[in-house]
């Protein structure tokens, strides 16, 4: 399993979204074990959630936390399957409103580094 990171104040640039102008930096802060590469690809899926569903070009803050094992429910149907994962609670903060989002990260067969996205409902 890869280490813990903490992050105070990680800046994110050029997330190469159709906004990535107006989205040069960004407040990163909690633990998580993603590489700032892998911080970079999970945040494209939540950047054009952001800027296409919900009408924001900013995302001001991201705070991230690992979660405990056993807090999600595996499920095989899921593309990690039942392979070793980790799993993130990504608070998402953008134009005064907050989403969270479950992040996943596990290694494919190939010894790829593999991510999904997960828009949560609740914290």
Not at 90 to 104: A, D, E, G, M
Request: hydrophobic fraction near 40%.
């Amino acid at each position: 399993m890869r280490a813990v990171m903490p992050l105070l104040a990680f800046v994110v640039s050029a997330f190469g979204t159709p906004f990535a102008h107006s989205q040069e930096q960004l407040r990163f802060a909690g633990q998580t074990t993603a590489s700032p590469a892998q911080i970079h690809d999970a945040m494209q899926p939540i950047a054009l959630f952001v800027h296409n569903s919900q009408n924001c070009p900013v995302i001001s803050q991201v705070i991230a936390e690992v979660l405990p094992t056993g807090e999600i429910k595996r499920d095989a149907s899921k593309p990690e399957g039942t392979a070793p994962a980790t799993y993130e609670r990504w608070t998402v903060s953008y134009c005064q409103k907050t989403r969270v989002f479950l992040v996943v990260f596990w290694t494919n067969d190939q010894g790829g580094a593999m991510f999904r996205v997960q828009l949560r409902d609740t914290h």
